[in-house]
């Protein structure tokens, strides 16, 4: 399977502005006041950011990105890939000494950073003697200079006339490292652009709907979905920057769209409720259009295992949550969920993507995967089979009409001393299916199964349980009485404290005593 007719990022931008006329593209809250850039703005200030960085660099480069995600944001992430240069975007809540890690292993040369990274910027480059070059992003009145000093009538202009090859690297993204293990992702220009030329996108999302971006764009299935894709299908993207301000800011953009994790639907689903709950005289519609701002009614879920009763609840409530499924190494999506697929499923397999099962493992072709890890050729051939198909390390099935079901990680798998291979991710949902449960991590702790669990607190409060651990335990014993002799949960382990997750709501997965530091 190969790709055709893909557009390249610098082909989408220069095309947005004509494709879809002077309408505002993306909407943002600065200084209180929402400011509006449309299609031929963001296409102008790109290019010169493009022409800032080859006048900074003098030759290509690996150029780290540190900011959560702002309009400066994207400008940096697309000037530097259209540039010719590969973009390379970290976390900027990370720890310091991981940030660096990430810097030495991408080889990167220069860093632009957020200004609240300031403080930072000594003790990293003191750890990354290879950074030549930083840029603060400094206020958007430090970038009004660049856009007006480098526009496209300045001296500079012709800087920004720049062949890439998109079948290269443009974009170097790390693993989020749910087990400690980040790797770089070498991903071409076609395999992002790729990711939205596909049938099913247009049937289900190629609305010229608002929608509000929330997750980190630093992550690969925010800017694919909530960046790129508006760029080629000319949805209004509203920026919701801090996640403190999400409530604040469905009411001011009323989105009809939202990509989320299921950590962020269950919040809302809580909003939600908790005004229902304040207003008893209001119908569940009526109170979810209080809190969202009365046009959502489609929510795409990545990152993590959604619990199908979460996409039920939201079903009530005339909101569509489904879930899909992805990841860095395959250039973002595999499957997109539409209004027929199952609650429990992970959605259709796209039709630029194939998949199959091997040893229970699914396994995926598809021009959109990555070029490789970076500087792992050894990690890079363990990726994919002998014959080319990437390995997800996901166990699933197939089901009618295309639909992907995943039950597990194959790394995850419990094997006990007689053999019996054991999913831990089938116990964990057994577990979340009592609203009792906030969290849960199954593992082995030698030869017997543990779950540690963190509570819903306000869920216990409400329904006048008392104690919290003989409850569990309760649970607990009631699910071993209906499981296999090879699935029964041995050891509970309760938690005051949520277990440790990375920045897209995974939990981090631990073994052993390991996982007993924050038990009650």
């Known amino acids: 399977m190969e790709l055709t007719n893909v557009p390249t990022i610098r082909e989408l931008l220069d095309n947005a502005p004509a494709k879809h006329g002077d309408r505002t593209f993306i909407r943002f809250i600065r200084d209180e006041k929402i400011v509006e850039k449309k299609f031929s703005e963001v296409r102008a200030d790109s290019l010169a950011f493009c022409r800032r960085l080859r006048d900074l660099l003098h030759e290509k480069t690996h ?33 310091t000494e991981e940030i660096a890690a990430i810097l030495n292993d991408a080889d990167a040369a220069a860093v632009l950073y957020e200004p609240e990274f300031k403080p930072r910027l000594e003790e990293l480059k003191a750890l990354c003697p290879e950074v030549k070059h930083t840029l603060n992003l400094g206020s958007g009145e430090d970038f009004e200079r660049i856009y007006r000093d480098y526009g496209e009538t300045s001296p ?57 971006s929330v997750l980190p764009l630093y992550h690969i299935f925010c800017f694919v979905t909530d960046y790129l894709g508006p760029l080629k299908n000319g949805n209004e993207l509203c920026l919701n920057g801090n996640m403190r301000d999400l409530f604040k800011n469905l009411l001011i953009f009323k989105p009809n769209q ?13 909003r939600i409720r908790a005004v229902q709950a304040k207003h008893p005289g209001l119908s569940p519609k009526e109170a979810a259009a209080l809190v969202t701002g009365g046009n959502l009614d489609m929510m795409l879920c990545g990152g993590a295992y959604l619990d199908p009763a979460l996409c039920r609840a939201f079903d009530q409530l005339g909101i569509f949550l489904r879930q899909g499924y992805g990841m860095s190494e395959s250039g973002c999506k595999i499957t997109v969920p539409d209004f027929d697929t199952a609650v ?10 194939d998949v199959r099962i091997r040893g229970g493992e699914v396994q995926v072709d598809t021009p959109c995967r990555m070029i490789g890890y970076y500087k792992r050729p050894e990690e890079t051939a363990a990726a994919f ?7 997800t390390g996901d166990i699933g099935y197939l089901g009618e009409g295309r639909q992907l079901f995943i039950t597990g990680r194959l790394k995850n798998l419990i094997i006990l001393s007689n053999g019996e291979n054991v999913s831990p991710e089938g116990i964990e949902k057994r577990f979340t299916a009592d609203p009792l449960v906030k969290e849960v991590l199954v593992y082995a702790n030698g030869d ?3 779950a540690e669990v963190f509570p819903d607190a306000e869920y216990a409060e409400a329904k006048g349980i008392t104690d919290v651990k003989a409850a569990l ?36 997965r631990k073994r052993g005593e390991e996982a007993r530091s924050k038990a009650v």
């Not at 089979?385 to 390995?391: A, I, K, Q, V």
Request: proline share 6%.
């Open 156 to 212: 500079y202009a012709a800087l920004s006339d720049v062949k890439t090859d998109p079948t290269a690297c443009s974009l170097i993204i790390y693993t989020s490292g749910t087990t400690g293990d980040k790797k770089g992702v070498m991903l071409s220009g076609n395999a992002l652009v790729g990711n939205m030329m596909f049938k099913p996108y247009s049937d289900i999302v190629n609305r010229r709907d608002v929608i509000l």
């Open 448 to 450: 017997r199964i543990a």
């Open 258 to 270: 939202m990509r989320v994790v299921p950590m962020l639907a269950g919040a809302l689903l809580s």
């Open 344 to 353: 429990d499923s992970v959605g259709r397999v796209m039709n630029i993507v």
């Open 63 to 95: 150029v780290a990105i540190i900011s959560k995600s702002c309009y400066e944001y994207i400008v940096c992430m697309t000037g530097v890939i259209v540039s010719g240069n590969v973009a390379v975007p970290v976390a900027p809540d990370a720890p």
């Open 473 to 508: 335990q309760e649970l607990t014993d009631r699910l071993n009485m209906t499981a296999p002799p090879s699935h029964i949960v041995a050891e509970l382990i309760v938690r005051d404290t949520p277990l440790e997750k990375t920045a897209t709501g995974k939990i981090i």
């Open 385 to 391: 089979t002998e014959d080319g198909w990437l390995r």
